[in-house]
């Protein structure tokens, strides 16, 4: 009995260690798997090369001079919409001397500029206004476009915050701007379109032939090139456009060397001396 009793004391000791472990190994194994917060991005570059990488969802806040261009960078894959939220912090009213314009231009990869479909993309701030809004949503990135469209395909996006207007004694004041991207995935496929077949030709490559061999035509430029037979079908064919062109140019220049004899030709007459027809004088009679 003392046995059975210590056997059972010691399972129920380790199934009471054991729940108190998953106790506290539970909110920790929780915790681990929520994402982090992603960092706020304090940077902006100054021009296309320099531009600063930002990722869709992060927070940036950046301080800035006024008159400065801020450029920042973001990926955009086919189907989604982007949409860009700029918040611009003023100065002091006491310090301004006057209203400023404050633009927000999109960039695709080869710096076309993206038109947006809602949101004022272009604010001014009056004298006593303490921070402007600014916002773009762009078209959806699609999966193909013609090559002489301008419509947004995958890639990388610039986004450029500048002062367009604003009073020269301005210039060089503090100001913050807070930037957020966001973007909604959808159907990468645009309405109404549907590419049935790739934009250019597969490539399928020959063998390897040996020194002295002569390479083998293709079943598709065999079958494309004429036949012997029907290129002397074509050219003596009758009627035909060519026997029609040929008749005309001779008849044509048959004329022409008709008009040119009797143009260029000089009658011997018009040349010769013209002959007295009045009969000898008194004088010389005979």
């Known amino acids: 009995m003392r046995a059975t009793s210590r056997l059972a004391g010691s399972l129920l000791a380790g199934s009471a260690a054991g729940g108190l472990l998953l106790l506290s190994a539970g909110p920790a194994s929780a915790g681990g798997g929520s994402p982090s917060p992603r960092p706020t991005v304090g940077t902006a570059g100054t021009s296309f090369l320099t531009a600063t990488v930002v990722e869709p969802g992060q927070p940036v806040r950046v301080s800035a001079s006024t008159g400065d261009h801020l450029y920042w960078s973001f990926a955009a894959s086919a189907g989604q919409t982007d949409r860009v939220t700029v ?15 404050y633009t927000a231009d999109v960039f695709d990869g080869l710096r076309r500029r993206q038109a947006c479909t ?16 600014l916002r773009c949503t762009l078209r959806q990135i699609r999966a193909w476009a013609e090559p002489w469209s301008d419509d ?31 973007a909604r995935n959808g159907d990468a496929q645009p309405a109404g379109a549907k590419l049935k077949s790739p934009l250019s030709p597969a490539v399928n490559p020959g063998a390897t032939l040996p ?35 040929t008749l005309g140019g001779g008849v044509l220049a ?18 010769s001396p013209r002959r007295s027809t009045a009969g000898p004088g008194r004088n010389g009679q005979m």
């Open 87 to 101: 918040t611009v912090t003023l100065p002091p009213a006491g310090s301004r001397h006057g209203a400023a314009t």
């Open 118 to 133: 809602a949101g004022p993309q272009n604010a001014t701030a009056a004298a006593g206004a303490a921070s402007v809004r």
């Open 152 to 182: 947004p395909l995958p890639g990388t996006y610039y986004l450029r915050l500048s002062a367009t207007s604003l009073p020269e004694q301005d210039l060089g004041q503090r100001i913050q701007a807070d930037v957020r991207i966001s």
């Open 211 to 245: 020194p002295g061999a002569a390479p083998e035509a293709s079943p598709s430029a065999a079958s494309s090139a004429p036949k012997p037979s029907e290129r002397v079908k074509g050219w003596f064919s009758w009627p035909s456009s060519r026997w029609w062109w």
């Open 254 to 271: 048959a004329v022409a060397a008709v008009g040119g004899y009797n143009l260029t030709r000089h009658p011997r007459h018009w040349f």
